[in-house]
Nanobody, 127 residues
Framework: VQLQASGGGLVQAGGSLRLSCAAS????????IAWFRQAPGKEREGVSCISSGGGSTYHADSVKGRFTISRDNAKNRVYLQMNSLKPEDTAVYYCAAEFQPTDRTAYFSSWQEYDYWGQGTLVTVSS
């Protein structure tokens, strides 16, 4: 049972990347998913999240209008489309899953409340 984040890489400022969070050993259907990131020397911060039913999403102010979170339950994956990337987006990005049997407004839980974490994928944005 695990989550695997992938899709990171090196991109120039203004470029795009799409991160993927794939689940194995369990279905994401009843899990809210959040993307967090942690830059060197900084605390982990919530980036984007999506409710278990996909009916609600939330993006941090720092990425609003540039990042989009979506889910494809048929593929058991959640995506983070990142456009107009900036050097300050450089970080290790993690996906996390929290059991949410009933769809509700998307929000970030405290990191201890998530049931599963991916291993992280590095995004580096050059200026």
């Amino acid at each position: 049972v695990q989550l695997q984040a992938s899709g990171g890489g090196l991109v120039q400022a203004g470029g795009s990347l799409r991160l993927s969070c794939a689940a194995s050993g369990f279905t994401l259907d009843f899990y809210a998913i959040a993307w967090f990131r942690q830059a060197p020397g900084k605390e982990r911060e919530g980036v984007s999240c999506i409710s278990s039913g996909g009916g609600s999403t939330y993006h941090a102010d720092s990425v609003k209008g540039r990042f989009t979170i979506s889910r494809d339950n048929a593929k058991n994956r959640v995506y983070l489309q990142m456009n107009s990337l900036k050097p300050e987006d450089t970080a290790v990005y993690y996906c996390a899953a929290e059991f949410q049997p009933t769809d509700r407004t998307a929000y970030f839980s405290s990191w201890q409340e998530y049931d599963y974490w991916g291993q992280g994928t590095l995004v580096t944005v050059s200026s």
